[in-house]
């Protein structure tokens, strides 16, 4: 009678069975679990801990419990912490091997909780985003009204009203200098009377007949041009003169009116303006702002690996062609009716637990291989009725359908966020937002390396409390008290530029608001910095003016010196019309 069963066989199936069986159950969710920390690991550049794997047979699917991601700045911080993730595999997919998951669960996503251990890991540090300035320590513009005398001690080499008086006084000096040089040249009243004592000895010789009158007259002809040339020479340096005094004393009237612009300069660098005050909405929220737009864009990048495969030959370049060798293997990738990435998870609902409360959300097409797909990954997430929040939704996408240009897309709105105790400013500006009802609109937009966000809040029921180290003094106070008195506000930031360096415009109506409170503070105080400001520089100015004045008062004895050498000269010349006859008659002279 033949045997229908061998049982040497079924012992090995059994033992083998047996084997297999012990090692599913005992090794095969140690592994799962030690090659996904491991991978996270590396990915992140940070500890990501698993409490438990479990890898089910039927149906076949995974179970991933309390997965912590640290987060690489704050090690002793979990920058996510999942409690439990659960998910199916697609049986037939998998003998191509192929990963996929048709729906997957995430329950219990929560940020930022802490650590027991630290879960630093030694790596190189990754680069950081960072505004193209400063995000905090910008403060508020100075609003203490500054010493004159410390004014003028910093500024003094700098003083225009100094230059242009030094440089006058020097032009006056060298032009008074030059002309004296050229009035000495010039004949005297010495050399004029010598004319006339001439003219007077032709009159007396002019009595001795016709011959002596016909030589008087060539002679007196003769002594009337050589006057003359004198004459004229005096008159185009009196000329002269009287046009270099005139643009001397326009010089004077300079140096009168430089200490003016001089105080204007002075009040635009050192005293409060509208232009510092309206520049008071950078100060306190631009730091905060860039701090969300740094988390939110460090995060993109440490999920950059997940997103996206790197791409294995450059745009535009030809696939190169390997020929197997004879005898060898070739993995060979036919074109597929439905193509499918590797790794695929086409719906992950997740729930995200904040401190507000849960928010729950779909995100779609998870995969590195989007190209292949065909379709990007899509996410959105919604919530109302929260504990300080009245509703959110979250949505956006990110594409890598064409790896050459990548885009990603988010969309973020709160409704009455409840804001409790915000720190505006920085250090140099204690203000600090204690309480507000917030609603916030953010669009992002990042193509490649760049950036492109808007952001647009309106706070209502707020309550802005200023710290007494804000400023001293009136203006100080008329700040806090004016920030004391706004219930309602808005503010926009546009943010532009690349993720590792962007620039933030931001802009808020909280500008007029303090401009309007603090300007009949800030006028005072400035009208009282402006008096001394002049005073100071009118002190230091006057001895330069007075000397220029004086220096220009030694023209007019030149000048009149030459006017009295002229009017004897023309004395003169009347002199020698006279004739060589005498009062009574005789022959005249022909001019």
Request: no cysteine.
């Amino acid at each position: 009678m033949a045997k229908w069963i061998r049982w040497q066989g079924v012992v090995a199936f059994v033992v083998v069975a047996g084997v297999l069986a012990i090692v599913w159950l005992l090794l095969v969710d140690t592994w799962v679990e030690r090659a996904i920390e491991r991978a996270g690991t590396a990915a992140v550049g940070a500890k990501v801990e698993l409490d438990a794997a479990d890898l089910s047979l039927l149906p076949l699917g995974l179970t991933l419990t309390r997965l912590q991601v640290t987060n690489p700045d704050e090690p002793m911080t979990n920058a996510v912490e999942i409690a439990r993730i659960t998910g199916a595999f697609d049986p037939l997919e998998l003998l191509r091997r192929k990963v996929i998951v048709d729906a997957m669960t995430v329950d219990g996503v929560r940020f930022n909780t802490p650590r027991r251990t630290s879960g630093a890991i030694e790596a190189a540090p990754k680069g950081k985003a960072a505004p193209s300035e400063e995000a905090g320590g910008l403060g508020l513009p100075s609003v203490q009204i500054n010493d004159p005398k410390e004014i003028l001690a910093k500024e003094l080499d700098n003083l225009q009203s100094l230059k242009l008086a030094e440089t006058v006084r020097a032009e006056a000096q060298a032009e008074k200098d030059k002309w004296q040089q050229q009035i000495a040249s010039l004949p005297d009243k010495a050399k004029l009377n010598e004319y006339k004592q001439r003219i007077e000895q032709l009159k007396s010789a002019g009595k001795g007949g016709l011959g002596g009158v016909l030589g008087g007259v060539q002679e007196v002809t003769k002594i009337q041009q050589e006057l003359r040339q004198d004459l004229d020479r005096i008159t185009q340096v009196k000329t002269g003169l009287e046009q270099t005094l005139t643009s001397l004393k326009k010089r004077a009237d300079d140096v009168a009116r430089m200490p003016q612009e001089d105080v204007k300069r002075l009040m635009e660098k050192y005293s409060v303006s509208g232009q510092g005050l309206a520049n008071i909405t950078r100060a306190l929220f631009r730091g905060p702002l860039a701090d969300y737009v740094q988390t939110a864009v460090q995060w993109h990048q440490r999920l950059e690996p997940f997103l996206s495969r790197p791409t294995e030959q450059k745009a535009g370049a030809e696939a190169e062609v390997v020929k197997p060798l004879r005898g060898k293997g070739v993995d060979v990738r036919f074109a597929e009716r439905a193509p499918l990435p590797e790794w695929l998870i086409r719906t992950s609902r997740v729930s995200l637990e904040i401190p507000a409360g849960t928010i729950a959300g779909e995100v779609r097409n998870i995969t590195a291989e989007q190209h292949v797909l065909g379709v990007p990954l899509t996410f959105a997430f919604a919530g109302d009725k929260l504990k300080g929040l009245g509703a959110i939704t979250l949505d956006g996408a990110i594409n890598r359908v064409d790896r050459a240009k990548p885009q990603d897309t988010g969309n973020l709105k709160l409704a009455a966020y409840q804001l409790d105790q915000l720190k505006l400013g920085g250090e140099q500006a204690p203000i600090s937002l204690a309480k507000g009802l917030a609603d916030l609109d953010v669009r992002a937009l990042m193509r490649g390396p760049s950036l492109d966000a808007a952001i647009a809040s309106t706070v209502r029921g707020a309550r802005i409390e200023a710290g007494k180290a804000l400023a001293p003094g009136p203006v100080g106070e008329a700040i806090a008290g004016a920030l004391a008195e706004v219930k309602t506000f808005r503010v926009k930031a546009d943010v532009t530029g690349t993720q590792e360096q962007f620039d933030m415009k931001v802009e808020s109506d909280l500008d007029e608001v303090l401009k309007e409170a603090v300007g009949k503070q800030a006028r005072a105080q400035v009208a009282k910095l402006e008096g001394q400001l002049r005073a100071a520089i009118d002190e230091k100015v006057a001895p330069q003016v007075a000397e220029i004045k004086g220096k220009l008062g030694g023209f007019d004895p030149l000048i009149q010196d030459l006017a009295g050498r002229l009017n004897l000269g023309q004395d003169i010349l009347k002199l020698g019309a006279g004739g060589l006859g005498g009062k009574s008659g005789g022959l005249k002279l022909p001019f």
